[in-house]
């Protein structure tokens, strides 16, 4: 299994509801990331977690909770987004944590978000 | 031919044509650097890495070259078919502790 699972695949939401990403991988990586794409731009990293701690925070709003329940398993928790939080959210996963160590990452296909 | 758009710099290459697509990268301390493709609607897709000890490295139609003199990194694909059409990203990752940063990326569009 070479998956990186993300659910669900398209998201609208209003601006006072809570709502929640998830993210799956059994390949055994320790690392799991979220990072945010907008349309035509690269992938720009919100949070790391290594070995099931959160390891980066890339001064992400507290909008934005991150949760690593176990090492196969990545949430982020959604909860009065705005309008300009739509984008396509996407989880990956590597072998290790950090750096060069790190390898290479496993993209999900990602979560589309429409927030009205 | 390359253009660079308001949001996206595009190349258009004829079916069957090598294309090469290229990337200026920031920190001169960077030691690792990823090519990844994204297709639309799915998420980015490993194509080929080299570290910085190497200046070429070659994988199936894909070839990385890498400058450190000049920072600047490129992918070739020999014989571009209508599948290779996406965006074309490279990333870039300073040793230590850091994840990859990610280029602003270049569409491929493959004219059959």
């Known amino acids: 299994d070479t998956e990186v699972t993300q659910t669900p695949k398209h998201l609208v939401m209003g601006m006072t509801n809570k709502k929640s990403l998830k993210c799956e991988q059994h390949?055994?990586?320790?690392?799991m990331y979220w990072y945010k794409q907008k349309a035509k731009k690269p992938p720009e990293l919100m949070f790391v977690?290594?070995?099931?701690?959160?390891?980066i925070n890339e001064s992400v709003p507290s909008r934005f909770s991150p949760e690593c329940p176990n090492s196969s398993l990545l949430n982020l928790h959604l909860h009065a987004l705005q309008p300009e939080d739509s984008a396509l959210y996407l989880c990956?996963?590597?072998?290790?944590?950090?750096?060069?160590?790190?390898?290479?990452?496993?993209f999900g296909e990602g979560s589309r978000l429409t927030v009205l | 031919g390359e253009s660079v758009g308001l949001h996206l710099p595009t190349l258009s290459v004829q079916e069957g044509d090598n294309s090469i697509i290229n990337c200026a990268y920031s920190?001169?301390?960077?030691?690792?650097f990823i090519w990844y493709k994204q297709e639309s609607g799915k998420g980015p897709q490993f194509i080929i890495d080299?570290?910085?000890?190497?200046d070429k490295r070659q994988g199936q139609r894909v070839t990385v070259l890498l400058n450190k003199t000049v920072k600047h990194l490129s992918l070739q694909i020999a014989a571009t078919q209508p599948g290779d059409s996406a965006v074309y990203f490279c990333?870039?990752?300073?040793?230590?502790?850091?994840?990859?940063?990610f280029g602003k990326g270049t569409r491929l569009s493959v004219i059959a």
């Open positions: 990956a996963s590597s072998l290790r944590g950090g750096g060069i160590l790190a390898g290479e990452l496993f």
């Open positions: 390949m055994g990586h320790r690392a």
């Open positions: 977690y290594s070995y099931e701690k959160l390891s």
């Open positions: 920190n001169s301390a960077s030691d690792y």
């Open positions: 080299i570290r910085s000890n190497m």
């Open positions: 990333a870039e990752n300073i040793s230590g502790n850091t994840p990859l940063v």
